[in-house]
C-alpha cells in the first residue's frame, strides 16, 4: 500500500461483522481462561495483553500504524513525546554511559539530556548540526551508546543530514535515533536514510487538533544489538524479566520489545485508549494535511522573507536558506509548515508584533491545524542558558510561526496587519 492508504488502513482491519471504526477498549484489564494461562503471557508478554499500564488493544493498533508509515517493524506509544525521548535513551544508556545529541533540538529535549539525565549518570555531548563527520567522531567516547538528532529541529528549524550522521554512527556500532516530529512519514522516513530508532511527539502534526498529548518510538528492526557486545541489556539475560534475552528470543524487535517489557512496565507512561482513539483520527488525514501545511507555508516565508521588518527568517524551503539543499535531498515533498523568523527591535518589538495578531494565537503549541505563534526564548527554551540559546540557534526576538490550514490570503492579511501595528 501507499503511503496514504496506509494511513487509513494499517493497525486495524475489521473482521466479518465488526466495527469499521477501530474501537475504544476502555479497560485496564483482560481476563484469561486459568492462571496458567496468565503465567503463560508474563513469561512471554507477546502472547496477549497483560495491563494497560504498557498495554492495550486501541493503542496496540495505531503502534502498528505508525510503524508501518514510518518503515519499521514495531512501535511503543508513550504518554508524551519527552517520555518518548526520555525511554529512547534510556532503553539503552546506563549510570556511567555517554550518548551524543545534535545541539539543533527541541528546548525541552536540551533540559532533559543535560540536566535530568545527567543527575542519573548519563552523560551527553551536544554537538552543532552541521558539524562534519571527524566531529562528530571525535565526540564518540568508548562509553558512547547512541547518537539522537530532529530531521528537522523545533525551533531552530535546521535541517539534520541524516545519511551523514547514520554513517558515523554505524562506523562505531552504535545506533542513530532521530526525532521526526516535524516532518512526520510523510514528509521524511528516517529509516530509508539510515536512522536505527524515530520517535515523534504525536501531539504536533500526528494528532493535529491539539486535543491530546502522546509520543512514540518506532524500531527499524535493522539495528545489530548484539555483535558489537555494548548493549548488555539488549544481549545478556534480563534478570527482571525471567532472564530473558531480548536479541534471542526477540530478534526481530528487541529494542522495542525491551522497552516495553522493561521500561514501560516499570515507568507506566503508556498512553490512555481513548487517547489512542484520537491520534489514530488525526492520522487518518495526516497525508491530506502536510501537503497542505507545507503549501501555505511556503506562501508565508516568501511573503515573510519580502518584508522590510523581519531581520532574518529559517524555512528551508526557500532557495536562500543555508539547509535548502539538505531539504530537497531529504523533504522533496515540503519543509512542514513551521516557520521562524525575527523582527527587527529585538524581543519587545516581537512580542508586540505577536500581540497584534487576531487570527493566529499566542499560545505554547507548534504544528496544529490553526496557526499559532510563539517566542521560543520567553517560553518552551526559557530554561536555557544564553550559550544553549545560541547553540540551539535561537534568537531572543525569534518568533515561532506555525502556519495552520486556514486560508492562506486570511493568514497573511493577519500577518500584515500585525507588521503594520509596528
Known amino acids: 500500500m501507499k503511503i496514504e492508504t496506509k494511513a487509513l488502513h494499517e493497525g486495524y482491519s475489521p473482521k466479518n461483522g465488526e466495527p469499521r471504526v477501530m474501537p475504544i477498549y476502555q479497560s485496564t484489564t483482560y481476563v484469561y481462561d486459568s492462571t496458567d494461562a496468565v503465567a503463560d503471557v508474563f513469561d512471554d508478554p507477546t502472547l ?9 488493544p486501541t493503542t496496540d493498533a495505531v503502534e502498528k500504524k505508525i510503524a508501518a508509515l514510518e518503515g519499521g517493524v514495531a512501535a511503543m506509544c508513550t504518554s508524551s513525546g519527552q517520555a518518548a525521548s526520555l525511554l529512547s535513551i534510556l532503553n539503552i544508556c546506563d549510570a556511567g554511559d555517554h550518548f551524543i545529541s545534535s545541539s539543533s533540538i527541541y528546548g525541552g529535549t536540551v533540559n532533559l539530556f543535560a540536566f535530568t539525565l545527567k543527575k542519573l549518570g548519563i552523560e551527553c555531548t551536544f554537538i552543532d548540526v552541521d558539524a562534519s563527520e571527524d566531529e562528530i567522531r571525535a565526540a564518540i567516547k568508548p562509553n558512547t551508546k547512541c547518537i539522537f538528532g530532529e530531521t528537522i529541529a ?4 535546521t535541517v539534520l543530514d541524516i545519511e551523514k550522521w547514520a554513517r558515523v554512527a554505524h562506523e562505531a556500532d ?18 530509508e536514510w539510515g536512522a536505527d530508532i524515530v520517535i515523534h511527539s504525536t501531539s504536533k502534526y500526528m494528532d493535529g487538533h491539539a486535543v491530546q498529548v502522546g509520543g512514540v518510538i518506532v524500531d527499524s528492526g535493522k539495528f545489530d544489538w548484539a555483535s558489537s557486545g555494548k548493549f548488555k541489556g539488549l544481549s545478556e539475560p534480563d534478570e527482571s524479566y525471567h532472564g ?3 536479541t534471542d528470543k526477540y530478534p526481530d524487535a528487541p529494542y522495542i520489545t ?22 489514530n483520527l488525526g492520522l ?5 494535511r502536510m501537503p497542505k501545511y507545507c503549501e501555505n507555508a511556503m506562501k508565508v516565508a516568501e511573503f515573510l522573507e519580502s518584508c522590510d521588518k523581519v531581520k532574518s527568517i529559517k524555512y528551508a524551503g526557500l532557495k536562500s536558506d543555508p539547509h535548502y539543499e539538505l531539504a530537497q535531498k531529504y523533504l522533496p515533498d515540503g519543509v512542514c509548515g513551521v516557520i521562524s523568523f525575527s523582527v527587527d527591535g529585538g524581543r519587545e518589538t516581537a512580542v508586540k508584533f505577536m500581540d497584534a495578531l487576531s487570527l493566529a494565537s499566542n499560545e505554547v503549541h507548534v504544528a496544529d491545524i490553526r496557526t499559532c505563534v510563539l517566542n521560543p526564548a520567553s517560553a518552551t527554551h526559557r530554561q ?15 518568533i515561532r510561526l506555525s502556519v495552520g490550514l486556514e486560508n492562506v490570503e486570511d493568514i497573511l492579511e493577519d500577518l500584515q496587519q500585525a507588521f503594520d501595528a509596528i
Do not use: H
Request: charged content about 15%; hydrophobic content about 50%.
Open 48 to 56: 496477549g495483553m497483560i495491563y494497560s499500564r504498557f498495554e492495550n
Open 154 to 157: 523545533n525551533p531552530a528549524l
Open 174 to 191: 552504535l545506533p542513530l535515533i532521530v526525532d521526526n516530529t516535524f516532518a512526520t512519514p510523510i514528509l521524511c522516513r528516517p529509516i
Open 244 to 246: 530473558i534475552v531480548y
Open 258 to 279: 525491551k522497552a516495553r517489557m522493561q521500561l514501560m512496565r516499570d515507568f507506566g507512561c503508556y498512553p490512555a485508549a481513548n487517547s489512542s482513539f484520537l491520534l
Open 284 to 288: 487518518e488525514t495526516l497525508a491530506v
Open 384 to 398: 536555557l542558558t544564553e550559550e544553549q540559546l545560541v547553540a540551539a540557534g535561537i534568537d531572543p526576538a525569534m
